[in-house]
């Protein structure tokens, strides 16, 4: 069945799952509000990398022969992917590069470093981060699935 779509298909189909995520509850969980304009445009920036990482672990387990001719497709489109302009796509590259680094250990099966990094980076009060990196973690997991199902 995978072997029926172009790299295009595939390409589009992710372009149209990450455009429609809102990330509301990504930022309720870190503690960032609606009003928190600069914050907030940071952060979406950030999980939208993360997506994209999660999307890669996704095309390399769905497509271990093709998978990196799909991710650079992706990556030549970024600008548009997201909307975004070429400085911008640029620190988006860089900043997938880091969450393919983090994931890179476990791949699919525990996604808990990439919710700890983002929680204590994003959450002030330090006391008490353990809820919010288990929601966090739990909230990838969704995301993952939700990206492996849509893969195809």
């Given at each position: 069945m995978s072997s029926e779509l172009s790299p295009e298909t595939i390409v589009t189909r992710f372009q149209a799952l990450l455009s429609s995520f809102d990330y509301q509850e990504e930022l309720d969980i870190l503690g960032v509000g609606k009003y928190n304009f600069n914050k907030k445009k940071k952060l979406i920036i950030e999980i939208k990398a993360l997506y994209i990482a999660l999307?890669?672990?996704a095309l390399e387990k769905s497509f271990p022969d093709s998978w990196?001719?799909?991710?650079?497709l992706f990556l030549d489109?970024?600008?548009?992917?997201l909307k975004c302009n070429a400085q911008?796509?640029?620190?988006?590259i860089r900043r997938i590069d880091v969450y393919d680094t983090l994931l890179a250990p476990k791949k699919e099966n525990n996604f808990s470093e990439v919710a700890r990094q983002l929680v204590s980076t994003y959450i002030k009060k330090k006391e008490d981060l353990e809820s919010p990196i288990l929601k966090f973690s739990l909230k990838i997991r969704q995301v993952y699935t939700l990206i492996f199902n849509k893969l195809i």
């Amino acid at each position: 069945m995978s072997s029926e779509l172009s790299p295009e298909t595939i390409v589009t189909r992710f372009q149209a799952l990450l455009s429609s995520f809102d990330y509301q509850e990504e930022l309720d969980i870190l503690g960032v509000g609606k009003y928190n304009f600069n914050k907030k445009k940071k952060l979406i920036i950030e999980i939208k990398a993360l997506y994209i990482a999660l999307w890669k672990i996704a095309l390399e387990k769905s497509f271990p022969d093709s998978w990196n001719s799909y991710f650079n497709l992706f990556l030549d489109e970024i600008s548009r992917s997201l909307k975004c302009n070429a400085q911008t796509a640029q620190f988006v590259i860089r900043r997938i590069d880091v969450y393919d680094t983090l994931l890179a250990p476990k791949k699919e099966n525990n996604f808990s470093e990439v919710a700890r990094q983002l929680v204590s980076t994003y959450i002030k009060k330090k006391e008490d981060l353990e809820s919010p990196i288990l929601k966090f973690s739990l909230k990838i997991r969704q995301v993952y699935t939700l990206i492996f199902n849509k893969l195809i």
